[in-house]
């Protein structure tokens, strides 16, 4: 028995490493990450959002974009076959604000759902080489948000990795999606500043038309429904052509699923895409949830036993206190104070919860095939 334990507490030793491999790596570059210097000369921009049957959120968000305090720039909506009244508020805000832009896509049965078709006319259709993305059922933080996504169009940088929260709200739910989100906004952070760049949220993210052309656009994942924000970056970003930006003017709020199988959806649709990954991505962003599953499961297991539960405790708690501060600040930079003075409890409930939701989903892939 005594054997069995000393392979426990190597499983231990191994997971507690890969914990602090990743956490003084990855995150603490980007806790030590500062904002990105203003820049004198902003590009021309052409602000693009793809809608689809979003009338009352397109009421709420056109205003808020034509106020955006920005030097130049045009504003494209993508119609994508609604069936609301989307095109008529579209008309009518047109006639009011000359900015407004407007792409029809009409409906039809051999047109393919997502956003990569919609979003491919409103670049072709854009008047400017740069582009601001968001979303329908997003609201910019302020009149200042395109100003702060455009400014890190500098230096040679052709994409830009944004920040898109959802909004707080009460209940166990609204907390679990907010660190999802948190936690995977810190992830690919972390990894971009390392030079590893995977995805960037589509709700809050831009890139230029030279960026885009470079590598033909969707064309090489087209047939995949989702991947316009993932895929795409891992194509595209390469040479230190890209950035990101945490400014809090720079931030997209939307409001989060409020139902646990709209969240699983949701998640189903963001791991389609996972598959694609190459190899050493894939290895990446497995290898910390793993570790931190194994980290977990094999100090329970030594608890059981007194020859190694003094150093155990010392390491498992030690490493608890630096991730709580590096991680834990990491949240607060990007504006979840709250998640991050509760971080240790939510990475481990997470680590519990995660297995399960990828598996969930990924057998409802295979059952919906």
Known sequence: MSDVYWYIFLVFLSSAGLQLLYLFFFNLRFLIHKSIESNPTLPPVSIIVAARNESENLYELIPILIEQDYPSFEIIVVNNQSFDDSRWLLMAFQRQYPKLKIVELEKSKHLRSGKKLPLTLAIRAAQYDHFVFTDADCRPTSNQWLRSMANAFSSG????????????????????????TTWIAVTYFSFALRGVPYMGVGRNLAYSRKAFDSVGGFRSHYYIVSGDDDLFIQQAAKKRNYTIQLESNSHCYSSPPVEWKRWMYQKRRHYSTSSHYNVFKKALLGIYPMSLFFLLLSFLSLLLTKRFLVLACAVFFGLLLLKWLILGRCFRKLNEKNLGWYFPLWDFMYALLLPFFFLSTKRKQNHKW
């Open 157 to 180: 940088k052709e994409i830009v990795m944004g920040y898109g929260p959802y909004y707080k709200q009460k209940g166990f739910l609204n907390a679990l999606i907010r660190f999802d």
